[in-house]
């Protein structure tokens, strides 16, 4: 009795709380679901960027790239989420990146497991390129597997052997009278100038699984077209020197 009449509790589980995309999502999320529906958003460090609506819980264990220690993470994650669902009994646990998704399937039951980056790119190290098989092995006990494009959810069932129906399409979300109202505003002066041109901003962490590199290489050819066209890189990460050297060697 007790079941049914309780408010529905949703977990979201990601490992950062920072400015990246997937927190970013969470926040919309949280703040956006109905207000009668709990929200837990747990994560393993890290300080809020990004404002959410619900209970924060952070379990403390740092993410180290060391691969031993990130495997030592790995499974002291495993018990803290556990203990954590048990505390907090979920409808639904959310999860959001591969380390998080593998013990969302691992600890929980009713788990569902988004999915945004693809999965047979950017797992470089070697820890990082059990990833893939451990989606073959495990990603059909999702109780949901939310996609954010068709090609992400063709990439799960023709290479990794997930169950069509267990996938749902779903983009990111976007909310776009804000967006509207935003851009309403007047540019600063420092950038004024760069609008002065035909321009192309991207705007995502500089790592290999966003194509910056690629994304370069097109610039090169519209500058042969359009000579006073600009691009613009907005965001962070290792491959920034390499962005840099390469912008310069492509002219």
């Given at each position: ?22 927190e ?18 747990v994560?393993f ?8 609506q ?6 403390k ?17 495993c ?34 497991v ?20 451990l ?20 990439e ?6 997930v ?13 776009v ?75």
């Amino acid at each position: 009795m007790e079941q049914s009449t309780r408010a529905r509790k949703i977990m979201f589980f990601m490992p950062f709380f920072g400015g990246g995309g997937g927190e970013r999502i969470v926040s919309h999320l949280s703040l956006y679901m109905p207000e009668t529906l709990q929200k837990v958003i747990v994560a393993f460090e890290g300080q809020a960027h990004y404002p959410y609506q619900g209970k924060t819980v952070l379990l403390k264990i740092p993410l180290p790239k060391n691969p031993f220690f990130k495997a030592v993470a790995f499974l002291r994650g495993c018990f803290a989420f556990r203990k954590v669902i048990l505390q907090e009994n979920p409808d639904y646990v959310v999860s959001l990146g591969s380390i998080t998704s593998i013990i969302n399937l691992f600890t929980s039951n009713k788990a569902v497991v988004r999915i945004g980056n693809p999965i047979t790119k950017g797992h470089e190290r070697w820890l990082e390129k059990a990833y893939p098989l451990l989606v073959k092995l495990c990603f059909n006990r999702a109780k949901k597997i939310i996609a954010i494009s068709q090609g992400s959810r063709e990439e799960l069932v023709k290479n990794f052997g997930v169950k069509r129906d267990k996938i749902t399409v779903i983009y990111n979300f976007i909310d776009v009278t804000k967006t509207r109202g935003l851009a309403q505003e007047p540019l600063e002066a420092v950038h004024q100038e760069i609008f002065r041109h035909p321009v192309v901003i991207n705007i995502a962490n500089f790592v290999e699984q966003k194509g910056q590199k690629y994304l370069l290489k097109a610039f090169k050819l519209v500058k042969a077209t359009l000579k006073d066209a600009k691009l613009v890189f907005i965001g962070k990460g290792p491959l920034e020197a390499e962005l840099k050297k390469m912008a310069q060697v492509l002219g």
